[in-house]
C-alpha cells in the first residue's frame, strides 16, 4: 500500500510517501505525517502509532509539553514560594516583609504603622496584581513592579479604614488569591460581623478571627470562594502582641493552554486529505486550524473548527493548492478543570505533488574551514566565498535567486542588503561572494546568508539559512608621533630660526581605518613660560597638511618669531582613538633673530682618529663663508677645512657631519701634540658676532686649542 525513501536535510529529517488511495484513486500523491513516519509492514493500517517526540520539532508554544518519563502530552506546572513575616504590636526587631520567588514584593522599610496589607493574586498565573489605584480610601505600599497594575503591590489600611478593607475582600473577584497581614497595633477588637465576614470569603476561620486580640500578629493566604492555603496567628498563650510569625507557602499551579504547530508541509499540486488520532475527555476543549501559506511565504488561517481532529477531512473542499501550496496544522487545546492534556497521537496529511526544485547551501563545496575564521583587525575587509546547489532534477522558475544579507554585530543589526546570483540548473552549483567591511564592527558579528528568501517556489527553505560567525579586534596600537624642526629632532631648550619650518608626521599601523583629515593632529604654541597655549588652527595660511592611508603629515611654518622662549605641545591619535601617548608631546625652543655663533669646539678633544666641530649659530641666516684652520703652535697653518667640507649648516646647534683625521693638507698624518684653530665664519662678507658662553675662557683672541693623542 506504501512505497517511498527518506529524505534528509540538515535541519528536518521527513518522509514522504507514496500512497496508492484505496478508494478508487490509484493516483500516486505524497504522504505527510509530522515529519516522522515508520512504516510497519505487517501493521493493519500500514502505519505505526506516531510517539509524542515526534513532535518535538513542531512549534509548541502556551504552557504545552511533552513529559520526558511517561512521553505523553501535558501542562506544566508553576511553582511559586511566598514567604511573608509579621510580627505583633510589641515584638523587638519586628520585620513585615513579603517574598515572592525571592523577590521582596514588600520590604522591611516599604510599609509604616498600624494597619492591615491586602495583595491579590490572579488565579490561573498567581500573578500580583494592583485592585485599587492610590487613594486617599485606598493607601498602597509595597514594590515597584511591571508585574503589578501601578506599579505598586499592596493596599493597605489603619484602623480607621475597616470599611474599606470590607469592601477590597468583597470587589476581589471569585477564584483568585488574596494575602492578608498585620503590621502593628492592629485593632482586631473592632472588627464587626460584616468584616469577619469578609475574611471568611477568602478562608479565615472564625473561631481564630474572634480569638484575636489588638495587637496580635495574623497572616491568611486563602482564595476568594475557595477556603485558605495557610492561616498563621501566634502559638503562645500569653504574649501574643510580642510574637513573630511566619508564612511559608509553595503554591503549585496547573497550567491549562497550549498550541501545537506544524511545521510547513508541501507544496503541493492538489490537497488530498487530513486523517487525525486524538484523545480527551469531557473537560478537554479542543480546536484545530489549516494556515495556508501563499506564493510570497504569507500565513493566513482557512479553516478552523472548534472540534478535536478529525479521523478524516477532504481538503480540497477549504482550500485551494493554487492559492496555497504549502500549509501548516494547528492545534489549540485548555482544560481549566482537571488541566489534564488531550493526547496527539497523530496528524497525517495527503497530497499530489507539485514538482519543485529543492536547494541548499552547500558548505562542503567551499569547505568548512573556510568558515573557522580568525580574529580580524578591526578595517581589514572579510571576504566570504559561499555555494548553493539545487539537489533536484526540477529547474527554479526564475533564472536568478535573491540572496538576502544580514549582519549583526554584538547582536544589533548594521547591515541587511540582498543581491541576486543564477539559479543553479537541475543538480547544478552556483558560487558567490560576499566581501564585509569591519570598520566600526569591533567585537562578535554574524552575517546570516539566505538564498531564496521564498520568493521563488522551492521545496523546503530551511535549508537556505546560513550563519558565519566572526570577531572583529579593536585597533589598540598606539600611532607614532614624529616632530622635527628645520629637518631635525631638536633637544629640549634649544635655539632653533626665527621661522622654523615645523613638521609633524603621525603614523600608524592600521592601513583600513585612517584619518581622513586633520583631526587627529592637536598642535598648541606659547611663547612665554608662564603664557596659555594658543592652538594651531590647520585654516592658518603657515599650515599645510596631507594624509595618506598610513600617515599624516602636517608642516607648520610661523614666520618671524620675537625673541623669546617658546613651548611646542603636539598630540596625535588614530582613528580608533589611540593617543600616541599618555601625555602630549612637549619641547622647549628659543629664538634668537641677532645673527651670532659660539665658539667652535672639536669634539672629542683630545683625539686620536677623528674630531668633529660642534657650535651654535643664531639668527636667520645662514653663513655664505666658514673655514677652519688648524696650525702648529708657531702658527703655520697644515690644515684648512673648507665649508663645502663641513657640510650643512642650520640655525641652532650644529655637530658637524665631517670628521677631521688629524692629516695635513697633503693627507699626511700630523704627529702627537698640541695644535692651534682659528674659525672665520661671515655672512654677506661682515664677520658674525660672537655669542659668549661659559666655554669661552678656553679661547684666547679667537684661538682655540687641539690635541692630538694616537
Known sequence: MFSGDSGQDSTVYYWRINYADQIGNPTPTSLWVDRSFTYIKDSPEGWSQSEPAQFEKDIISGDLEIDETTKKWKFKTNNTRVVVNAAGSTASSAITQVLYNGIPLIGTSDCVGDQVIVMAFKQETFQPYLLFAPSASNATCGRNSSTTA???????????????????????????????????????????????????????????????????????????????????????????????????????????????????????????????????????????????????????????????LPNELDLQNVLNATSFPTIRLKLIVRDTTDFTAPQLERWMVTYESLPTPEGLIDVEAVGQDAYNIADRPEGEPLTLSFAY??????????????????????????????????????????????????????GTNQLTVYVNPRLVPELYYENNIFQVNFNVLKDNANPILEVSFDGRQIMDGEIVSPSPVINVRLRDENQYKVLQDTAGVNIALKSCPDCEYQTIRFSDPNVQWNTNPTQTDVEFHPKNLANGKYTLRVQGRDASDNLAGTQPYTVNFEVVNESTVTNVFPYPNPFSTKTQFVFTLTGSEIPDEMKIQIMTVTGKVVREITQDELGPIVIGNNRTKYFWDGRDEYGDVLANGLYLYRVIMKVNGQAIEQRKTSADKAFKNGFGKLYILR
Open 150 to 308: 501601578g506599579g505598586l503591590s499592596a493596599n493597605v489600611y489603619d484602623n480607621t479604614k475597616v470599611d474599606n478593607l470590607r469592601n477590597y475582600l468583597d470587589v476581589v473577584p471569585t477564584g483568585d488569591y488574596v494575602l492578608l497581614l498585620s503590621r502593628g497595633n492592629v485593632n482586631f477588637s473592632s472588627w464587626d460581623a460584616n468584616i469577619k465576614a469578609a475574611v471568611q470569603s477568602i478562608g479565615g476561620n472564625l473561631a481564630v478571627l474572634n480569638s484575636l486580640q489588638d495587637g496580635h500578629p495574623y497572616i491568611l493566604l486563602g482564595q476568594k470562594g475557595g477556603g485558605a492555603l495557610q492561616e498563621v496567628v501566634s502559638n503562645k498563650l500569653t504574649g501574643q502582641t510580642a510574637e513573630k510569625i511566619l508564612l511559608d507557602y509553595n503554591f503549585v499551579q496547573s497550567t491549562s493552554y497550549g498550541e501545537v504547530t506544524s511545521l510547513p508541509i508541501g507544496p503541493a499540486k492538489s490537497w488530498g486529505k487530513l486523517f487525525g488520532k486524538m484523545s480527551y475527555d469531557a473537560n478537554d476543549r479542543i480546536a484545530y486550524q489549516i494556515i495556508g501559506i501563499n506564493q510570497s511565504g504569507q500565513e493566513v488561517p482557512v479553516f478552523s473548527q472548534q472540534t478535536a
Open 389 to 442: 546547489r539545487n539537489i533536484s532534477n526540477v529547474a527554479f522558475a526564475s533564472d536568478s535567486l535573491w540572496v538576502r544579507y544580514v549582519l549583526t554585530n554584538n547582536n544589533q543589526e548594521v547591515l541587511r542588503d540582498s543581491v541576486k546570483v543564477l539559479a543553479p540548473g537541475a543538480k547544478g552549483l552556483v558560487r558567490f561572494d560576499r566581501t564585509l567591511p569591519t570598520l566600526n564592527r569591533v
